[in-house]
């Protein structure tokens, strides 16, 4: 055996393929684990699984759950505005893009944000005394044993494995995230879909559907949508390693109800990205009067008002309907309808 060329001899694009499937597995490890099971509690995970992907975001990213999710958390906590750990509109994209794991590295370090985002992250003995405490030795021993299976290209692999999370998840996500692609809901933010089939960076390019439901372990919205993390979530939960909570009601249209009830009210908050994208749309086809803003408004205050009554707020939205018909745009006639017959499967 020549030591030098590693334990394994693989043609030059068995090497190539080799990185790819190592990349792909911690992003996996960060979308599914970090992401949707422990920033936002989407899904429960096995103790088995959950421990792999434990395992392998300390061996080949060198990240600290608790860090990870802090952080993240805080970027859905104040996001676009001071305090955002990442967002391109408050740091410029070119420095989100080129100095994101920095940003990172910054905010993971600051012990209020740990403190104040970083609850009910793993605590156990194996998280004390070797994931946290020894974070940087997981990416050493992976690189001793990339050098010993691959010889010196190991290195090169090691290498591009290190710079991936990055610059897709810290440089993509977190800037090109929150600035170009295109939008199906209209969230306070200014997240964007950055692709429609989310493979390369697990489904999170899928950003602006996440931020519209932040619960959901599903990033996929509409059928031409593809989220390769959650056909993996998917397949887990088929294996009984993994339980869905939470992902968002179907909506639908009942033709016969012609009024706004509690259900249309109920449809309404837990989709109101959706509808204010609708109604924007609406707004903008056909009409440019003065009304707009303060329609807009008014619905808003639907799921602000968090004591009102959900009997006065079906009332607030019928009002609101006839109101719409009264101003005779035919478009917004349209909204209004579809807004009355909208209920949950
Ligand atoms: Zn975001
Ligand atoms: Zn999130």
């Given at each position: 055996m020549?030591?030098?060329?590693g334990?394994?001899d693989?043609?030059?694009?068995?090497?190539?393929?080799?990185?790819?499937?190592?990349?792909?597995?911690?992003?996996?490890?960060?979308?599914?684990?970090?992401?949707?099971?422990q920033?936002?509690?989407?899904?429960?995970?096995?103790?088995?699984?959950?421990?792999?992907?434990?395992?392998?975001?300390?061996?080949a990213?060198?990240?600290?759950?608790?860090e990870?999710?802090?952080?993240?958390?805080?970027?859905?906590?104040?996001?676009e505005?001071?305090?955002?750990?990442?967002?391109?509109?408050?740091?410029g994209?070119?420095?989100?893009?080129w100095e994101?794991?920095e940003l990172y590295?910054?905010?993971?370090?600051?012990?209020?944000?740990?403190?104040?985002?970083?609850?009910l992250?793993?605590?156990?003995?194996?998280?004390?005394?070797?994931?946290?405490?020894?974070?940087?030795?997981?990416v050493?021993?992976?690189?001793?044993?990339?050098?010993?299976?691959?010889?010196?290209?190991?290195?090169?692999?090691?290498?591009?494995?290190?710079l991936?999370i990055?610059?897709?998840?810290?440089?993509?996500?977190?800037g090109?995230?929150?600035?170009?692609?295109?939008?199906?809901?209209?969230?306070?933010?200014?997240?964007?879909?950055?692709l429609?089939?989310g493979?390369?960076?697990?489904?999170?390019?899928?950003?602006?559907n996440?931020?519209?439901?932040?619960?959901?372990?599903?990033l996929?919205?509409?059928?031409?949508?593809?989220d390769?993390?959650?056909?993996?979530?998917?397949?887990?939960?088929?294996?009984?390693?993994?339980?869905?909570?939470?992902?968002?009601?179907?909506?639908?249209?009942?033709?016969?109800k012609?009024?706004?009830?509690?259900?249309?009210?109920?449809?309404?908050?837990?989709?109101?990205?959706?509808?204010?994208?609708?109604?924007?749309?609406?707004?903008?086809?056909d009409?440019?009067?003065?009304?707009?803003?303060?329609?807009?408004?008014?619905?808003?205050?639907?799921?602000?008002?968090?004591?009102?009554?959900?009997?006065?707020?079906?009332?607030?939205?019928?009002?609101?309907?006839?109101?719409?018909?009264?101003?005779?745009?035919?478009?917004l006639?349209?909204?209004?309808?579809?807004?009355?017959?909208?209920?949950?499967?």
């Amino acid at each position: 055996m020549n030591y030098f060329s590693g334990i394994i001899d693989l043609p030059w694009w068995g090497y190539g393929i080799v990185v790819l499937i190592l990349t792909h597995i911690s992003i996996a490890s960060v979308t599914i684990f970090l992401h949707r099971h422990q920033a936002h509690r989407a899904l429960d995970l096995s103790p088995s699984i959950s421990h792999f992907f434990r395992f392998w975001l300390w061996f080949a990213t060198g990240m600290v759950t608790k860090e990870w999710v802090a952080v993240h958390r805080k970027h859905h906590a104040k996001c676009e505005k001071e305090g955002d750990p990442h967002s391109p509109h408050v740091h410029g994209l070119r420095k989100v893009f080129w100095e994101g794991a920095e940003l990172y590295r910054q905010q993971s370090k600051a012990p209020q944000t740990l403190e104040r985002y970083g609850h009910l992250t793993p605590d156990d003995w194996i998280e004390k005394n070797i994931y946290s405490k020894h974070s940087a030795k997981g990416v050493a021993l992976m690189l001793i044993i990339s050098v010993i299976l691959f010889g010196p290209i190991g290195l090169t692999m090691w290498a591009i494995q290190m710079l991936w999370i990055p610059v897709m998840a810290a440089g993509v996500i977190n800037g090109v995230g929150h600035y170009w692609g295109y939008r199906n809901f209209e969230t306070p933010d200014e997240s964007k879909n950055i692709l429609p089939w989310g493979i390369i960076i697990g489904g999170e390019e899928l950003h602006n559907n996440h931020h519209a439901y932040p619960t959901s372990a599903k990033l996929s919205s509409t059928w031409y949508e593809f989220d390769i993390g959650w056909m993996y979530i998917r397949i887990l939960e088929i294996l009984g390693l993994a339980n869905v909570k939470h992902i968002p009601s179907t909506l639908i249209l009942d033709e016969q109800k012609k009024t706004c009830d509690e259900k249309t009210v109920v449809a309404l908050i837990e989709h109101r990205y959706y509808f204010i994208h609708e109604l924007r749309r609406a707004m903008d086809s056909d009409s440019q009067n003065l009304f707009t803003q303060d329609l807009l408004k008014e619905i808003q205050s639907v799921w602000e008002d968090k004591n009102a009554k959900i009997e006065n707020l079906a009332e607030k939205l019928e009002s609101w309907c006839k109101k719409v018909k009264c101003l005779q745009v035919a478009s917004l006639d349209v909204f209004a309808q579809k807004l009355r017959m909208s209920v949950l499967k």
